[in-house]
């Protein structure tokens, strides 16, 4: 347990880094075109997991890998749409959610079942995502529900975070030793990062202006474009170690790597000037304390 643990909480401290970069550089940039960019590089270092690839595994995962590529690059390009026009220290907690439908995916169709504590971490976790909507100068406890029938970018977060809830649970049937698929994280981490940066280009292409986009994203991002790759590819590469241990829940691995929530309202909150910052850091502490019920 300590084992899948660690890498998460590893993954969660990356993962803050590589929120608050993206986050910056998502203000001068379109939110398709550096999301592109950006799978392109993080394609280009997955040449590095070739080292330890093993293209010796069953042929019946690859629809599976394809599957996963295709709701993997759907889903982020909803999440960066929301990134960009959201404020952090709302889009960040917002994922909270991600672990509570992640977990309930993993009951139904991997059989890793869940405590009453761990039930009750849930609801927390939903009750502090809730509280981030609400508006401290005027105080109306539905008011959530009226922006979110409203916002559209409200909408893509919980888009992304179904998609995203759904390729996690398929990841793990596929990569946990267990089921015998014989594919290991490296072998999976060069396939996904191609996949998806094939499909995005693709995208970029038919909607935009492909290959030319992409050089005006690397004109614009500079030299932060690294760092945004090297923080993503990390915290997915352990997040993805962590899913891979047998004695691992895929649910409890997303909500470890999810304590990431704190730093990124906290730190890009403080970064940006954001309103309202304690009464989301407020929400934000319910939210770690759902999690810690759920651990």
Do not use: C
């Amino acid at each position: 347990m300590a084992e899948w643990y660690m890498l998460a909480l590893y993954a969660a401290a990356f993962a803050t880094f590589s929120t608050i970069i993206h986050k910056k550089l998502l203000f001068h940039e379109h939110a398709l075109e550096f999301v592109t960019t950006l799978a392109i590089t993080n394609a280009i270092f997955g040449f590095g997991f070739l080292i330890k690839s093993d293209f010796a595994f069953s042929p019946s995962i690859w629809p599976y890998i394809i599957t996963i590529a295709i709701v993997n690059t759907f889903a982020v390009i909803y999440l960066t749409k929301a990134f960009k026009h959201l404020e952090i220290s709302v889009a960040s907690p917002l994922m909270g959610f991600e672990p509570a439908v992640l977990v309930i995916f993993a009951f139904l169709f991997l059989r890793e079942t869940i405590t009453n504590q761990q039930a009750w971490g849930l609801l927390l976790t939903i009750f502090g995502g809730y509280l981030l909507e609400i508006k401290r100068e005027k105080f109306d406890f539905f008011q959530p529900i009226k922006d979110s029938i409203k916002s559209k970018y409200i909408h893509y977060m919980f888009i992304a975070i179904l998609l995203y809830s759904s390729s996690s649970t398929i990841t793990r049937y596929i990569i946990n030793p267990e089921r015998n698929f014989n594919l290991n994280p490296y072998t999976y981490a060069f396939l996904i990062n191609i996949f998806m940066a094939s499909i995005l280009l693709l995208i970029l292409s038919l909607k935009f202006d492909g290959i030319e986009g992409v050089k005006n994203g690397i004109k614009n991002m500079g030299w932060l474009l690294l760092p945004a790759s090297f923080f993503s590819i990390i915290q997915g590469f352990l997040t993805l170690l962590a899913i891979a241990v047998p004695a691992a829940n895929v649910g409890l691995v997303i909500v470890v790597k999810r304590t990431s929530i704190f730093f990124e309202t906290l730190i890009g909150g403080k970064l940006f000037h954001e309103q309202n910052l304690f009464f989301k850091i407020i929400a934000s502490i319910i939210i770690i304390l759902g999690i810690y019920l759920i651990i």
